[in-house]
């Protein structure tokens, strides 16, 4: 069983940053990726971007490319997303989620909250 705490979350103005800590505890040497999502109030649940744990590669969804930066610290099983230029519509709760190889993102955090002020 792998627990993941996220960390980091709270209030920025606008064009502002933020960064988000996910780490990791327990049978974590299975884990494939860990990925970061987002949900706002009213709004599905949304893939934000995933790392590699081992080679650590990198992708990211739309609305995340430019902006965003995922990045791990093996030694510390800690995985980040560090948020520049946020935006209002950046307002959700974000979670990060692991996953085995071939597996879906079965382990999730409790969430943080991320709100953005005009």
């Known amino acids: 069983q792998v627990l993941l705490v996220e960390s980091g979350g709270g209030l920025v103005q606008a064009g502002g940053s933020l960064k988000l800590s996910c780490a990791a505890s327990g049978r974590t040497a299975s884990t494939y990726a860990m990925g970061w999502f987002r949900q706002a109030p009213g709004k599905e649940r949304e893939f934000v971007g995933r790392i590699t744990w081992s080679a650590g590669n990198t992708y990211y969804a739309d609305s995340a490319k430019g902006r965003f930066t995922i990045s791990r610290d093996n030694a510390k099983n800690t995985v980040y997303l560090q948020m520049n230029s946020l935006k209002p519509d950046d307002t959700a709760v974000y979670y990060c989620?692991?996953?085995?190889?071939?597996?879906?993102?079965?382990?999730w955090g409790q969430g943080t909250q991320v709100t953005v002020s005009s």
């Open positions: 989620a692991a996953k085995t190889f071939g597996g879906p993102y079965a382990t």
